[in-house]
């Protein structure tokens, strides 16, 4: 900003260019500062920064059209930079745009003596120009070859980062994704048929470990056996369009079966990517529709699934305790919770009181306000005070139906619980346990923005939120057709239209093609409004000449004025020199007489004076 | 030895036409395009840029690169048809002395608006907006030699609207500059052979004495400084006179003594213009031609152009002389 207010000082007081070996250590001195204040490394971060600033250093040198050229097109560039942060939909009118203004930017550079940066005449051309490039840009989108992998790097480098579900929970990260509505994935279900919305737990990061504040993941080493058998009733197929979180999970329904390609499934039944998802992704999916999955547990993952902070909550300890003593089995424990939940007088509400200290006891039983977070979180430690094993799982709750897909917002994102249930000479199994819908079932059953009294905040209103629902639907398309272009569409694209093969001789060939259409399809419109325009008296006087095409002598005295032309057609053809001339005189007065009036009429009589030479010629 | 001949095979080539008569119009036939070094560094930028966004995958940035490679093609189309029909009307150009350079004043016009035409050689450059009716470029060409001197090869080109492509013709019009000989310089004194009387050895000189000068080849023995002469070392001093408005006076180039052509015709010059300055009149005469005894921008110039063509072999046809015809004070 300083640079560039200073160039503009510059300009207007003239000011001399500062010494070479001064900008020198001004340059020098921004790399550090972007070092220092983004780490070493190639990062997608440090490269842009670095572009951006020299950029706009460079501003401090511009005083030669050289430089002025040289720092416009680095604008292009740096336009693009914006891209490998996002690619959403809206961001077109960015690209649009900021191409105009870089165009036209150099149009008005290429103009010695235009005066004004608005010249009207620039403007509109430098837009014509942009629009004739769109087809072409279209075209060659379409039809140019992809890369199947990276050259070099990976996506990572540059994906577009984004936060998500993160795969800790501490108070308050689920209430911050409450409040944004941005997609989190879409899910088209195969045969559009959509399961009930209290099915629709979306498992994302498991957490095992508490710290009094915190939860976090457990390691795992080995991943989950896929389900075997299983009765075809409770399963639905279905693929998600997951938005880039920077994270390596994956979100699927309870439970998944199997693992997509280059995924994970680790044995708390989470999807792990090796690379973080920085880019939209696709992945097609099954699930079985159960609220139990019978699996064994180790005894060290049981030992580590009963830990709580000892000496904190002690409340909660005694009473636990105390149920214990009273229950016959687990079940009854895992009950008696959500009873107690459901009649007691526990609140929903995004605005709980903040916790400090021995936050469960404080929530339990004092506040007894809070988010699902609050709930899965007190849940899951009063069971292992209780001494069953239970885990906090977070992930999506729900989704909002619309049309073709269901979207799942960021705002979804929830959190449960799951206890594993030992049995007397039969496999132990987990236990989908929800108690916020103890609290507050409507949040199961119609999402959390409903059953909220109040506004989240100032902007939350109502139609607002369904237009941006609506927009979804445009977004999806775009990420279905733009976005998420790649290798594999290009070739159904190209298989649509007849060719097969992909080879190197067909593609060059087809590249040649596109180029040369494309090159018509710009070239056509400017050649139609560049071509000379004839009166209707032109036309005539041409009509004329061409009925004498024939002999090219004489055709081409026809370029030297019509006087001319007609005496030497008098000469050529004697029969027809009073029409000549008759034609002659009509065509004059009518071209050069200011006064003429009635032109339709004498373009009448021309006519057909024109038919009388003609026929006069052909004798 | 290749190079030159490249060189000469390509002057060949670009000359194919031969010399024009004007109006040419430029069609597209005889236009030539290449990128400029913008246009070079534009291609690196978006080399750069579809590397990136194919590497990568982005979809965003692969669809500006593509705009941008439409753009550059709309430009270059723009660009091409921006000189297209161009038409070189006229050109115009003022005689000079030789050694002076020729100002060549294109006259250009064009049925439809055309941005930024340039005039370019390595002498001089010029740039201009075509609308309709007639506009001017300014050409500077060093003059090489006495007489008529022919325009040199003319490059018109245009770079609008993105600077991505040069598109320029080249034209060898049908058409020649008038170069007078070089003033001989200081201008020496007028001849003593010349009068209105036909005095043929009487000095035309004033009555009052304006100054004193150095002894020059030709000045009479009784104008020498005698006193001023004795004083100094080895200078010859001569005593100069104011001459008085009303004489006439005669270039005869026979009766010039010195050796040379060229340097004969070059003092018959710097006395037209010192004559012409001082409103005297005078004639000049040279074998075959004769001009009259008289004064005047247009005697001036009837003068200085029998000096410039004499003896002079080619004789192309002439080109508008800006200043023919006009008789302009001064």
């Known amino acids: 900003m300083t640079v560039v207010a200073y160039r503009f000082y510059a300009q207007l007081n003239q000011v001399k260019k500062a010494y070479n070996l001064l900008l020198m250590l001004i340059a020098i001195m921004a790399l550090l500062l972007i070092i220092y204040s983004q780490g070493f490394g190639l990062s997608r971060e440090i490269s842009v920064t670095i572009l951006i600033t020299m950029t706009v250093l460079k501003l401090l040198e511009t005083y030669s059209m050289r430089d002025a050229l040289l720092v416009v097109m680095l604008c292009y560039f740096v336009t693009m930079t914006r891209f490998l942060y996002s690619q959403d939909m809206l961001l077109v009118f960015y690209l649009l745009s900021s191409a105009f203004v870089t165009t036209h930017a150099l149009s008005v550079l290429n103009h010695e003596k235009s005066l004004t940066w608005f010249d009207q005449k620039q403007i509109k051309s430098t837009a014509s120009s942009l629009a004739l490039a769109i087809p072409f840009a279209v075209l060659f989108f379409l039809v140019f070859p992809r890369l199947g992998a990276p050259i070099w790097g990976s996506p990572d480098i540059f994906g577009e980062g984004k936060t998500g579900l993160s795969d800790t929970m501490s108070p308050g990260s689920i209430v911050e994704l409450f409040m944004d509505d941005s997609p989190a994935f879409r899910v088209t279900f195969k045969d559009g048929v959509k399961p009930a919305n209290n099915h629709l737990y979306w498992r994302g990061p498991v957490l095992w470990h508490f710290d009094g504040l915190t939860w976090s993941r457990k390691k795992h080493k080995y991943a989950r056996n896929n389900i075997k058998q299983y009765s075809s009733e409770t399963e639905v197929e279905y693929e998600v369009e997951l938005e880039s979180t920077g994270q390596h999970y994956l979100f699927g329904l309870d439970y998944v079966v199997d693992a997509p390609e280059k995924t994970h499934l680790l044995p708390d039944s989470i999807l792990y990517t090796e690379t973080a998802v920085n880019q939209l992704r696709h992945y097609q999916l099954k699930s079985l529709l159960l609220n139990r999955f019978y699996q064994p547990l180790s005894d060290f993952d049981k030992t580590l699934l009963l830990d709580y902070p000892v000496q904190q909550n002690l409340k909660t300890l005694t009473m636990m305790q105390s149920w214990r003593q009273a229950a016959a089995n687990d079940l009854q424990i895992v009950n008696r919770a959500l009873q107690w939940f459901n009649q007691s007088e526990f609140y929903y509400s995004f605005t709980p009181p903040p916790l400090s200290g021995q936050v469960i006891d404080q929530f339990l039983f004092d506040s007894k306000r809070g988010f699902c977070e609050h709930y899965a979180s007190s849940f899951v430690i009063m069971m292992r005070m209780a001494g069953i094993p239970a885990r906090v799982v977070t992930g999506y709750q729900g989704g909002v139906d619309n049309g073709e897909y269901l979207l799942v917002k960021q705002s979804d994102a929830h959190a449960w619980a799951e206890v594993y249930i030992t049995q007397v000479n039969q496999p132990g199994y987990w236990l989908r346990v929800d108690p916020t819908a103890m609290v507050a079932p409507e949040r199961v059953e119609s999402g959390a923005r409903e059953i909220m009294d109040s506004k989240r905040n100032f902007f939350d209103f109502e139609w607002l939120k369904n237009s941006r629902e609506s927009m979804d639907k445009y977004r999806y398309q775009w990420n279905q057709w733009v976005r998420n272009f790649n290798v594999s569409k290009q070739q159904a694209l190209f298989r649509a239209i007849g060719i097969e093969h992909r080879d190197g001789k067909s593609l060059a060939l087809m590249m040649l093609g596109i180029l040369f259409t494309t090159a018509l399809i710009s070239l056509l ?95 | 030895m290749i190079r030159s001949l490249f060189k000469r095979k390509l002057n060949q080539f670009l000359n194919r036409r031969g010399r024009e008569t004007l109006p040419v119009v430029f069609g597209w036939r005889r236009i030539y395009v290449l990128p400029s070094k913008a246009g070079l560094f534009f291609a690196l930028i978006w ?103 022919a325009v040199d090869r003319i490059k018109l080109l245009t770079r609008y609207p993105l600077g991505l492509f040069t598109v320029w013709v080249y ?43 150095t002894y020059r080849q030709g000045d009479p023995i009784r104008d020498i400084a005698w006193k001023k002469t004795a004083q100094s070392s080895n200078q010859t001093w001569v005593k100069e006179f104011n001459q008085t408005q009303g004489k006439h006076l005669l270039f005869d180039y026979t009766q010039l003594s010195m050796n040379g052509v060229e340097a004969k015709l070059s003092r018959m010059t710097a006395w037209v213009l010192a004559a012409e300055q001082q409103q005297i009149e005078y004639q000049i005469i040279l074998p075959g031609f004769d001009s009259g005894m008289a004064t005047g921008e247009r005697h001036k110039h009837h003068c200085l152009k029998a000096l410039a063509l004499f003896q002079s072999t080619e004789s192309p046809t002439s080109i508008r002389d800006t200043t023919g015809g006009a008789t302009s004070p001064g």
């Open chain 2, 171 to 213: 034209c060898l019009p049908q058409a020649a500059v008038l170069v007078y000989p070089k003033p001989e310089s200081p201008c020496p004194d007028f001849p003593t052979h010349g009068g209105s009387e036909g005095e043929q050895s009487v000095r035309i000189k004033g009555e009052e004495l304006s100054g004193i000068r």
């Open chain 1, 525 to 619: 419109p400017l050649w139609w409004l560049k071509r000379r325009k004839f009166t209707a008296l032109q036309k005539l006087y041409l009509q004329l000449a061409r009925t004498v095409k024939s002999q090219p002598e004489l055709y081409a005295t026809h370029h030297q004025g019509i006087e001319k032309f007609a005496a030497q057609l008098s000469l050529a053809y004697p029969q027809a020199s009073t029409h000549i001339d008759h034609f002659l005189q009509v065509y004059l007065n009518a071209r050069y007489n200011k006064g003429h009036k009635n032109q339709q009429q004498t373009i009448q009589h021309l006519k057909l004076t024109l038919s009388k030479i003609q026929a006069a010629i052909q004798k």
């Open chain 2, 47 to 149: 080399f750069l840029m579809m590397l990136a966004g194919l590497n990568f995958n982005n979809n965003m940035s692969l669809m500006l690169v593509f705009l941008l490679f439409g753009l550059a093609q709309v430009a270059l189309h723009k660009t091409f048809f921006n000189l297209r029909q161009l038409r070189l009307e006229q050109i115009n150009a003022e005689p000079v002395m030789l050694g002076e350079d020729i100002t060549l004043h294109l006259q250009l016009a064009a049925d439809a608006v055309k941005w930024q035409i340039r005039s370019e050689n390595q002498f001089s450059t010029d740039v201009c907006d075509i609308d309709q009716q007639l506009s001017e470029l300014k050409l500077l060409m060093p003059s090489l030699q006495r007489g008529m001197q």
